[in-house]
């Protein structure tokens, strides 16, 4: 309502009262005063009720695979933990080379990088890693504020590392490739453009990791209790080579996208599905398809929906012209690093990652179109800055999904301790980039 009221020249009615609305709904998800896909879906109707977009471009996301893709890679992570087969590769992993703490934080991001080719949701990867970290902090008598540093680890690890495969977030990292003009993102091209800065940014969090979390004491490791934890599995079953040929299958499928012009989506929902078949599959059943989490759906379809509705209420370009200065840095690396820093200051207030993409991404890009670089490039830039820091918990669903003593035990606390520092790699991160960008010939 406040909003409503004041004199913004140059906005049209239909962009003023979206803008209320947005701005009222991210406040609501930042103080999680209900269920975001609660507030998402009170937003949806908003804007269908209020006429502000056709229902088409509201609900955008559903005509193309990303939301398809979405509901698959959930299947797939069920499925791969259902099985067993996460959890045995994560022990064969352990007893081979964890031994130390060093190796057991290392070894946390090594984890989450195989598995991101395995479980395309990091929000599975993370609590299948934290299952197979609890046997650890059990087997070597970890003390309690050590645990919550590993605890921590997991789920930070899974911000960098979901960005070296293009299915690594298969919620989020589709939609940087919507911004792509020329259309040819697929997997490989992924993986050499956005892989090394993420590669680096890995390192670098690694890295602070190591640094800001020190034991308090010497890991001594009892292999007992984990060898007998791996027992307890059993010899490798079929439902576990099932699952295995179907995840060889969709890697395949995903890797030759470029080449076979199959929508990564679609075969990820395709390969869930004959997860799902008798004889063949017979490794998802109704329950998994059932447990299917609506309010996430929900969630992304309203985050999605602001940078569509932002540009038909012609919000995006007011916010362009009004945010933005008239004059921008020609030089490429002082331009990242100041769109960097607008995208930071929006995320920080806006707090959810796709929601502040909708919004900063298409504003920004209005400013830089006039300079003939890849809106790609652009999106890329403010993906990987947006999406990899935070201060507090809410500011990215992969650390807030973890806290709590019943997940990874870490509490805002840890958080904020890496959220300050990680600022530095972030904009070394963008720089990275650009320079990787440059060599690549895309800038």
Known sequence: MIVLFLPLDGLAREGHIFLGLTLMTV??????????????????????????????????????????????????????????????????????????????????????????????????????????????????????????????????????VSLIFMTGDSIINPLVVSYSTSGNINFVSWLVTIGPPAVFLSLMNLFLILV?????????????????????????????????????????????????????????????????????????????????????????????????????TGLNDWLAVTLLPDQLPENIFVLAVFIGAIAIVIHMFIGSVIAAMGVAVPAILVCTNALGIDPFVIAAIIYLVVYTHYIMPFHHLNILVGQGEENGMYTQKEVMKMGVPLLIPVFLTVIFAVMWFTVLGLV
């Open 27 to 160: 406040v609501w998800w930042a103080t999680q005063v209900a269920q975001s896909g609660y507030v998402g879906g009170f937003y949806i109707v908003c804007l269908c009720l209020l006429k502000l977009a056709d229902t088409k471009v509201i609900f955008a996301s559903w005509t193309g695979s990303t939301l398809w893709l979405v509901i698959g890679a959930y299947m797939i992570a069920s499925a791969v933990k259902r099985s067993g087969l996460g959890e045995r590769i994560s022990y064969m992993y352990i007893m081979k080379f964890v031994r130390s703490w060093k190796s057991i934080i290392i070894g946390i991001f090594v984890l989450t990088l195989i598995l991101s080719l395995l479980i395309p949701n990091p929000w599975s990867r993370a609590f299948l890693i934290m299952s197979v970290m609890t046997v650890i902090i059990k087997a070597s008598k970890m003390p309690k504020e050590d645990a919550v540093k590993i605890g921590f680890t997991v789920f930070a690890a899974s911000v960098p």
């Open 212 to 312: 800001l979390f020190k034991p308090t004491q010497e890991v001594n490791m009892d292999f007992e209790e984990v060898r007998k934890a791996q027992s307890d599995l059993g010899k490798i079953s079929e439902k576990e080579i099932r699952t295995l040929v179907w995840i060889i299958i969709a890697i395949v499928l995903w890797v030759t996208n470029g080449v076979t012009g199959l929508d990564i989506g679609w075969v990820t929902l395709a390969v869930a599905m004959c997860l799902s078949l008798p004889v063949i599959g017979n490794v998802l059943t109704p329950k998994e398809w059932g447990d299917i989490p609506v309010h996430v759906l929900v969630f992304l379809t309203a985050a999605m929906a602001i940078g569509k509705v932002g540009a038909a």
